[in-house]
């Protein structure tokens, strides 16, 4: 995760016609979002506070977003976000490079082959 913080309030809102995900410490986001034009707005307030991905997790199974527009949003957010695996350091197999370089020959059509 890109952050440590954590919030209390999560949900989704419209804007523009696109449901998101929406974080907050604070209930009170309704207004702001509302000022800014967000429609069809859904927040909860957890018991604990929580990491983003985590508090999204949480909400997916509230029944309050059990609409296919919130469910879509948390989904592709969930994905987007989903935390990644570690990479494994593997040995890497390949043509191992000579120590000396090879002189260069011009190439004479005249010039016979000697061994």
């Known amino acids: 995760m890109a952050t440590d913080k954590l919030f209390k309030v999560f949900g989704t809102s419209k804007l523009n016609g696109e449901y998101k995900v929406r974080f907050a410490n604070d209930v009170m986001r309704i207004k702001v979002l509302a000022k800014h034009g967000h429609e069809d707005i859904t927040l909860v307030e957890l018991d604990n506070p929580t990491t983003k991905y985590d508090g999204i997790k949480q909400i997916a199974l509230l029944p309050e977003f059990a ?14 976000k989903a935390p990644k695996a570690p990479k494994a350091t593997v040995a890497k197999k390949g043509v191992m490079k000579p120590k000396a370089k090879a002189a260069k020959v011009a190439e004479d059509d005249n010039v016979p082959f000697t061994a």
């Open 67 to 80: 609409n296919a527009s919130a469910q879509a949003a948390i989904t592709e957010y969930l994905e987007e």
